[in-house]
């Protein structure tokens, strides 16, 4: 009967509400963690744990990707973009090296250090942005 009250869309969130919380070092974490994963991949002749191994770091790529998403979507504004023009190719290169052709799709310890560096560029600017 009061089915046109209903929403027509499910969105999802950081959170349930606008929180105000916001870290980069979410998403360095999970980059870590896959770093320390591709190191330890190599190191292994286990069948079994490199299979599990993949999983976990496709999982964790997934993480750094939504970690940065919402640092960009929902942290920045448009004068963040406007101070650091850089900012919108920085999490577009980050993202990608957290994607498939990146880390997800990749157990090089190298990209994920090219990852851990462009994080570590987005959490300059943001730090910067916390001081003003």
């Not at 349930?16 to 999970?30: F, H, K, N, S, T």
């Not at 990749?106 to 987005?122: C, F, N, R, T, Y």
């Amino acid at each position: 009967m009061l089915s046109f009250l209903a929403p027509r869309t499910t969105v999802h969130a950081h959170c349930d509400l606008p929180c105000g919380v916001y870290d980069p070092a979410q998403a360095r974490i999970e980059a870590e963690s896959i770093k320390a994963i591709a190191q330890k991949h190599a190191a292994s002749d286990d069948p079994e744990f490199k299979a599990r191994a993949v999983l976990i770091k496709e999982q964790r790529s997934e993480l750094v990707k939504h970690h940065l998403w919402v640092l960009w979507t929902d942290y920045f504004k448009p004068p963040h973009f406007e101070a650091y023009p850089q900012l919108h190719t920085l999490f577009n290169e980050a993202t990608k090296l957290a994607g498939a052709g990146g880390t997800k799709g990749s157990m090089d310890v190298a990209v994920a250090d090219q990852l851990l560096g462009k994080i570590d560029e987005i959490a300059t600017i943001f730090w910067e942005t916390k001081k003003a």
